[in-house]
């Protein structure tokens, strides 16, 4: 059973597409993040949600939005896409914020054409 | 501005050897440390986690080292195993609420029969 599940895998899309990545923990955990590995390889955080409730934002255009509808889902919403968002997105969870492992899902790769 | 870096982006070595991964650190506040291990298309597995209160912790074959005044980590795996073959990050945090996990750059270890 997937403790930390994101679909699809794999998203090709145009620009200008407007487009969701969703994500579902059943770990029971309060924390769930979104984070960017770009083609350099650097996994750097994008968003971070504790019960439902948005705690880190970092600097990302706002055309990606977050939404969690309940604290074990934390889906993300793209919009405009453009080529260089082309990625794989990480959603991941974490029992606790600060200094606990995170468990991450299998990652969504992002094309945009 | 990297605050966690892995400066060898590769590592191979024989089976049965010892691997070394290594990884510094700038940010003086991150106070707990993690590595993680990623296979192609999947999402990273935590391995190993040391608090800064600590200087060495062991699980298996799998040990991390906490230099703190060298803000210097490694990781060793003794021994070495071809499907230890993968990309391994280093990863920080500083503790509080509204922080998430820091990654490095990550170390593709080969390791051959």
């Known amino acids: 059973d997937t403790a930390v599940s994101q679909t699809p895998k794999y998203l090709v899309t145009q620009m200008g597409n407007d487009k969701s990545i969703k994500c579902e923990q059943n770990?029971?955990?309060?924390?769930m993040y979104w984070y960017k590995q770009d083609s350099k390889k650097f996994l750097k955080i994008m968003f971070s949600?504790?019960?439902?409730?948005?705690?880190i934002n970092e600097t990302v255009p706002n055309r990606f939005s977050p939404k969690s509808p309940d604290k074990a889902h934390l889906n993300l919403h793209i919009n405009s896409l453009e080529l260089g968002d082309s990625a794989v997105y990480f959603c991941a969870s974490s029992l606790l914020q600060g200094n606990t492992e995170a468990f991450f899902g299998q990652g969504t790769r992002l094309t945009v054409v | 501005d990297q605050q966690v870096k892995q400066n060898s982006p590769s590592l191979s070595v024989q089976e049965g050897r010892i691997s070394i991964l290594n990884c510094d650190y700038t940010n003086s506040m991150f106070d707990y440390f993690l590595w993680y291990k990623k296979y192609p298309a999947e999402g990273p597995t935590f391995l190993i986690s040391i608090s800064s209160i600590k200087d060495k912790n062991e699980d298996g074959r799998f040990t991390v080292f906490l230099n703190k005044s060298a803000k210097h980590l490694s990781l060793h795996i003794v021994p070495s195993q071809p499907g230890d073959s993968a990309v391994y990050f280093c990863?920080?945090?500083?503790?509080?609420?509204?922080?998430?996990?820091?990654f490095g750059k990550g170390t593709t270890l080969s390791v051959s029969s």
């Open positions: 770990l029971g955990h309060d924390t």
């Open positions: 990863a920080a945090s500083a503790g509080q609420a509204g922080t998430a996990l820091i």
């Open positions: 949600y504790n019960n439902k409730e948005l705690i």
